[in-house]
């Protein structure tokens, strides 16, 4: 079993920055790819952003392109989102998500979440 917990939510103004981490329970997970999700209030869980195990294949959803960096530390069993020029629409529960595939689906463990909000 893998337990995935998430630091670095918060409350930010619009155009600002926050950084989110992940921290992971087992050295294995360096072998795993990992991932960004958001949920906001009445809406369904969105992909935001995603790593394979070595970096070397990066997916990012169309609306953080440009403003958002996922990156990871295998050494320290991390995997961290930059989030840059926020934006209102950006407001939602950040969950950390690990799988095995390497296509990164279906994703098979989830943490608990960080609330981002961004003010308007």
């Known amino acids: 079993q893998v337990q995935l917990v998430e630091s670095g939510g918060g409350l930010v103004q619009a155009g600002g920055s926050l950084r989110l981490s992940c921290a992971a329970s087992?050295?294995?997970?360096?072998?795993?790819?990992m991932g960004w999700f958001r949920q906001a209030p009445g809406k369904e869980r969105e992909f935001v952003a995603g790593i394979s195990w070595s970096g070397g294949t990066i997916n990012y959803a169309d609306s953080v392109k440009g403003r958002f960096t996922i990156a990871r530390d295998n050494a320290k069993n991390t995997v961290y989102l930059q989030m840059n020029s926020l934006k209102p629409e950006d407001t939602a529960v950040y969950l950390c998500a690990a799988t095995t595939s390497p296509t990164m689906y279906p994703w098979h463990y989830w943490g608990q979440g960080t609330q981002v909000t961004v003010s308007s």
């Open positions: 087992r050295r294995t997970v360096s072998t795993y790819s």
